[in-house]
C-alpha cells in the first residue's frame, strides 16, 4: 500500500505551498492574482490561492530577505519573534544608486531625469574647467615664416605692372588694414562670417548651421569663422586632422580674445590663397583685375571673396578637374557673387539699391590669366638692374630686399623696351644665323636708352633672355668703345685746351691753348706720337708709338671736325697727349663714365680702351644732348612698403660740361651722321642726329652711340661664349656675311630702327647752334699753310676693308695689368699677344679705335679697371641699376 502513499509535501523552496509560508511569514497578505475579484477570494480561515508560479516565486523572494533581515536584527529570538512582524532594518545608501535599486530588469539601468540633469551638469561643469584649463594653458602660435615672406613688385613707368618677383615662395604683397577697401571687408564677412565682429574667435551656431545647410541640400558654407581660417592659414598647417582642428579651436578663441579685430581680418585677407598664384588681396587683385586693391570696386570685391571658397571651381578662367571648366566655374563664380550681394543687403552691409546698381551692370569679368611672376625675355635684366640701385642709393639692403613687400617702381618705359628688343631682334634675325656660319655663333648686342632732360633710363636690351643669357649685356661686360670715346677727347681740348709747349707738364688754364674743332692736326697713318712739347714719346722701353689709321689711310693735314667725320686716329691720340689724358678722363668723368669703368691714361685711352657700359656710354652722351647739363642715369623713381614710401629718387643734376663746349661738341657729331661714318644712323622726317661709330682693334666689338635733343642710345655689338671657361671676346670677320664688323653696319642699324619708332610722335626738334669757340691750334706739326691733300670722299662705313692683321713694327705701351678677373671680363686670357692696351696702339693699333690684342693679364679688368666693373653706379654696387 505503501506505492498508494499520497506524496509528502514539497520544501519551502518551490511551489504553491512556499508561496503560501512565504507570504505567511512576510507578516502580511498576498496580492490577489491578475483580475481577481472579491467574489474568488478565499473563505476565511483559508489562505488565497496565488495568480501564477512567477508571482509565488517573487513572493518567496521577498520573504527569504525579510526573515534575513529580521534574522539580522535579532540574533537568537527564537519562539519569542514567533507571532509578530520582525522589524526590518534599512540598508546601506550607495552614493550614486545606478543600477537603480528600486527599479527591476532592464528599468534598473535606465536613469531618472535627475541623474540626467545631473550628469549634463557635471560635464557642462566639467567641459568648462577644461576648457578654461585648455585655454589657460595653450599658446599663440607665432606667425609661420612663410606667411610673412612676400614677393616685390615691380612696375613700368606708367604705373602698370611689370612682374612680381623675389625671394618668397609666394606670389604676396602684405598690406596695411586701411589700405583694404571696406567694400571687400564687407563682402568677406557678409559672405565667410557675418557675426565676426562679436563672435569670441569661433561660432558653434554658425556650424551647425552650415552642417544643416548642406545637409538639406543648400549652398556650400564654411563653419568656420574668419578667426579660425586667419589661425589655419597664418599659424598652423593645412593638414585636415581632429587633433589641428581642436587646436584651432582653443588657438581661434584665445586670438579672438586677446587680438584687434581689424588686425586678425587683415592678417586673413593678406594670407589666404585667392587662386592664379596669388596669396593675399593684393596679389589677388592684381591677378584678376590688375589693379591695386584700393582701387578695387565693391561688385569686383564680391567676386574676390568669392574666390576665397575655392579658386579652382570660381576662377572663370577656369580650374583644374572635369568640375572646373570655364563654363561651369563662370555660372559658378556668378551665382556666389550674386548671393554674396544679396547677403551684404541682408547684413546691413549695403543699400538694396546699390546692389540692384551692381546687378544691372552685370558681373564683373577678371581679365585673362598672365604669369605674374615671369622674368624671362628682358624682365630679368630689368628686376637686377631696378635691385642693385635700390641697394646702391637707399637704406634697404639686399637681405630686406629679398624678404620681398616691396613696391618699385621704375623709369623703364614699356612700349620702348618692346621697340628696342624687336630692333635688336629684327637686325639680327636677317643677318645672324649660327646654323650657318660659325662666325655667327656667339654673337651678342647690348643697349640702353636714356632721357637726356631727366637721366631716366627708359630702355635697354641686355640679351635674349635673362633665363639663359645670365649677363646683362647693357650694363658692364668689359667690352671696349673704341672710338666712340672720341668726343670726349675733344671736349677736353675744347675744355682744357692744349699744354704750351714751352711749359712744364703741369699748366694752369692761363698756360694752355682752347682748341676750336678747327684746329689741324697731321691724319696720316702711322704718324709717330709725339708729346706735347714736341718731343718723340717714347715708351718703357724707350721705343717709339706710331699710331695706325683704319685701313692704313692717310688723310694728310686735316682739322677735327674732318678727323671725327672720318674717325680717323691720329689727330686724336696726339690731340689726347697735347691736352693731357688726365684731363681726358676728367671731361669723361664730368660727362657720366665712372673712374672704375675706364682704362689706364696711356696714349691709347683716347682712343677708346675703357669699357663703360652701354649705359653709362648713353648717359654721357646724354650730357652733349643736353646741353652740358650731367644727370646720373637712373631706374628706380619710388619704392613703397605697406602703402607708404620709404625711397623716392631725386636726379642729381650739374653742370658736367660748359654749354657752348658741349654744343661745339654735338655740332661736331651731327656732322658725323649727316657726312661721315654715321650717314646709316640717319633718322626719317629730317629729324637731327649726333652721334660717333666706334670699333676696336681686332673687329672685337663695335658701337653705335647717338641721340636727338629728346632721346640718347647706345647699341654695342660683340662676340664671347659666355659658357667657356675661358671667357674671350672673339673676332667678327665674317660675321653676319660681312668683311667685317663696324659700328656703321649693325649698331648703326639697330640704332636707327629703334629710334625712329621711339622717336615716332614726339616733335622734330633742333639742335641749339654753337657759339665760336677757341682757337685753330695747329699740331704735331701741321703748318699754317698746309699743302692740300685730297681727302676720301665719305663713305656710310668707317672702312671697306678689314684692319690690317700684320704684326706691329713698333711696340706700343700698355697699363699695368690688375691682378683679378671680373665675373664677366672675356679679356682675361693669358694667351693673348702683348700690345698696347685694349685698344692698342703702335702700328698695329688700328680699326676705327685704334686698338690691338690686350696684354698679358693674370686677370683683373681691361686697362685700369677695378676688377668689378661697377656698372653705371659707378662702383657701389658692381653693377648697373
Not at 584678376?288 to 570696386?297: M, N
Not at 639686399?398 to 624678404?403: C, E, K, V
Not at 631682334?425 to 646654323?435: C, D, G, T
Not at 669699357?611 to 652733349?624: E, K, M, N, Q, W
Request: glycine share 12%.
Amino acid at each position: 500500500m505503501s506505492e498508494h502513499r499520497r506524496k509528502p509535501p514539497q520544501s519551502a523552496s518551490g511551489g504553491r505551498g512556499a508561496a503560501r509560508r512565504g507570504a505567511q511569514s512576510s507578516g502580511r497578505r498576498a496580492a490577489p492574482r491578475d483580475g481577481a475579484t472579491d467574489s474568488g477570494t478565499a473563505p476565511p480561515g483559508e489562505e488565497r490561492p496565488y495568480g501564477g508560479r512567477a508571482e509565488a516565486r517573487r513572493a518567496a523572494q521577498r520573504g527569504g530577505r525579510r526573515r534575513a533581515a529580521a534574522a539580522s536584527a535579532a540574533p537568537g529570538a527564537g519562539a519569542e519573534g514567533r507571532g509578530r512582524r520582525a522589524a526590518a532594518t534599512p540598508g546601506k545608501k550607495r552614493l550614486v544608486d545606478y543600477p537603480r535599486s528600486d527599479r527591476y530588469g532592464a528599468r534598473r539601468w535606465i536613469p531618472s531625469w535627475k541623474q540626467i540633469a545631473a550628469l549634463f551638469v557635471g560635464f557642462f561643469g566639467l567641459m568648462v574647467a577644461a576648457t578654461g584649463v585648455a585655454l589657460a594653458v595653450v599658446e599663440v602660435p607665432e606667425i609661420k615664416s612663410d606667411a610673412n615672406v612676400q614677393k616685390n613688385v615691380y612696375y613700368w613707368a606708367n604705373g602698370d605692372q611689370m612682374v612680381v618677383a623675389g625671394a618668397g615662395e609666394y606670389n604676396r604683397q602684405i598690406v596695411a588694414f586701411d589700405k583694404i577697401p571696406k567694400s571687400m571687408r564687407d563682402a568677406v564677412i557678409a559672405a565667410e562670417n557675418a557675426s565676426f565682429e562679436d563672435d569670441p574667435g569661433v561660432d558653434p551656431m554658425g556650424i551647425a548651421r552650415a552642417v544643416f545647410n548642406m545637409a538639406k541640400g543648400g549652398s556650400t558654407q564654411s563653419g568656420s569663422t574668419i578667426t579660425q581660417q586667419y589661425v589655419k592659414n597664418a599659424m598652423l598647417t593645412q593638414e585636415q586632422t581632429i587633433s589641428r582642428k581642436v587646436k584651432e579651436l582653443f588657438i581661434s578663441v584665445k586670438v579672438g580674445a586677446t587680438e584687434d579685430k581689424d588686425k586678425i581680418l587683415a592678417g586673413y585677407l593678406n594670407s589666404a590663397y585667392y587662386g592664379r598664384g596669388a596669396y593675399g588681396i593684393q596679389a589677388a587683385s592684381r591677378a584678376y583685375y590688375g589693379k591695386d586693391c584700393s582701387e578695387l570696386t565693391a561688385s569686383e570685391a564680391a567676386f574676390l571673396s568669392s574666390a576665397l571658397n575655392g579658386p579652382n571651381l570660381y576662377d572663370p578662367a577656369g580650374g583644374v578637374g572635369a568640375a572646373a571648366t570655364q563654363a561651369k566655374n563662370l555660372q559658378r563664380a556668378e551665382n556666389r557673387w550674386s548671393w554674396t550681394l544679396k547677403r551684404e543687403v541682408e547684413t546691413g552691409r549695403m543699400k538694396a539699391a546699390e546692389r540692384a546698381k551692381y546687378l544691372a551692370e552685370g558681373f564683373p569679368m577678371p581679365q585673362d590669366p598672365k604669369p605674374a611672376t615671369n622674368k624671362a625675355g628682358q624682365i630679368g635684366y630689368l628686376t637686377n638692374l631696378a635691385d642693385n640701385f635700390i641697394v646702391a642709393n637707399s637704406n634697404i639692403t639686399r637681405a630686406q630686399l629679398d624678404t620681398g613687400g616691396y613696391e618699385i617702381h621704375t623709369s623703364f618705359d614699356k612700349k620702348k623696351m618692346r621697340q628696342l628688343e624687336k630692333a635688336v631682334q629684327k637686325v639680327s634675325k636677317a643677318n645672324i644665323k649660327p646654323k650657318e656660319r660659325e662666325e655667327d655663333k656667339f654673337v651678342q648686342f647690348g643697349g640702353a636708352s636714356v632721357d637726356p632732360r631727366t637721366g631716366r633710363l627708359v630702355a635697354i636690351y641686355g640679351g635674349e633672355d635673362a633665363t639663359r643669357h645670365f649677363t646683362n649685356n647693357a650694363d658692364y661686360t668689359g667690352v671696349p668703345v673704341g672710338s666712340t670715346f672720341k668726343p670726349f677727347v675733344l671736349g677736353a681740348a675744347m675744355t682744357y685746351g692744349v699744354r704750351d709747349p714751352e711749359g712744364p707738364p703741369e699748366q694752369s688754364l692761363e698756360q694752355r691753348t682752347i682748341a676750336s674743332p678747327k684746329s689741324v692736326y697731321n691724319g696720316d697713318n702711322k704718324v709717330k706720337l709725339l708729346n706735347y712739347d714736341g718731343s718723340t714719346w717714347l715708351d718703357k722701353e724707350d721705343k717709339e708709338w706710331h699710331q695706325r689709321n683704319d685701313g692704313d689711310k692717310d688723310y694728310g693735314e686735316v682739322d677735327l671736325r674732318l678727323a671725327m667725320q672720318h674717325s680717323v686716329n691720329t689727330p686724336f691720340i696726339q690731340l689726347g697727349v697735347d691736352v693731357g689724358t688726365d684731363k681726358v678722363k676728367e671731361t669723361a668723368i664730368d660727362s657720366g663714365l665712372t673712374d672704375d669703368q675706364l682704362a689706364s691714361t696711356v696714349p691709347s685711352f683716347s682712343l677708346g680702351t675703357s669699357t663703360p657700359s652701354a649705359i653709362r656710354l648713353a648717359g654721357s652722351y646724354a650730357t652733349f644732348a643736353a646741353e652740358g647739363q650731367q644727370i646720373t642715369p637712373w631706374s628706380v623713381k619710388k619704392v613703397e612698403k605697406e602703402g607708404r614710401a620709404i625711397f623716392t629718387h631725386k636726379a642729381k643734376k650739374s653742370q658736367g660740361m660748359e654749354t657752348n663746349v658741349a654744343n661745339n661738341v654735338t655740332d661736331v657729331l651731327k656732322n658725323v651722321v649727316d657726312k661721315g661714318t654715321g650717314t646709316s644712323a640717319q633718322l626719317p622726317d629730317g629729324r637731327p642726329v649726333a652721334g660717333k661709330t666706334g670699333t676696336t682693334d681686332g673687329n672685337k666689338s663695335a658701337w653705335f652711340a647717338g641721340y636727338t635733343p629728346q632721346l640718347s642710345t647706345a647699341i654695342g655689338m660683340f662676340r664671347v661664349d659666355s659658357g667657356a671657361k675661358k671667357q674671350k671676346f672673339l673676332e667678327m670677320y665674317g660675321t653676319g656675311g660681312q668683311q667685317s664688323i663696324h659700328g656703321a653696319s649693325f649698331p648703326a642699324e639697330i640704332w636707327a630702327s629703334y629710334m625712329s619708332q621711339a622717336m615716332k610722335g614726339e616733335p622734330v626738334k633742333q639742335f641749339p647752334k654753337p657759339g665760336p669757340i677757341g682757337e685753330k691750334v695747329y699740331g704735331d706739326g701741321a703748318s699754317p699753310t698746309p699743302t692740300p691733300t685730297p681727302t676720301p670722299t665719305p663713305t656710310e662705313t668707317e672702312s671697306s676693308e678689314p684692319p690690317s692683321s700684320a704684326p706691329p713694327t713698333t711696340p706700343s705701351p700698355s697699363g699695368t695689368p690688375s691682378s683679378t678677373c671680373g665675373v664677366f671680363d672675356p679679356r682675361c686670357d693669358e694667351d693673348e699677344p702683348s700690345g698696347g692696351g685694349e685698344n692698342g696702339g703702335g702700328e698695329n693699333g688700328g680699326a676705327d679705335g685704334g686698338t690691338s690684342d690686350p696684354p698679358p693679364t693674370t686677370g683683373g679688368p681691361p686697362a685700369g679697371g677695378n676688377g668689378n666693373g661697377g656698372g653705371w653706379l659707378g662702383g657701389q654696387d658692381g653693377s648697373d641699376g
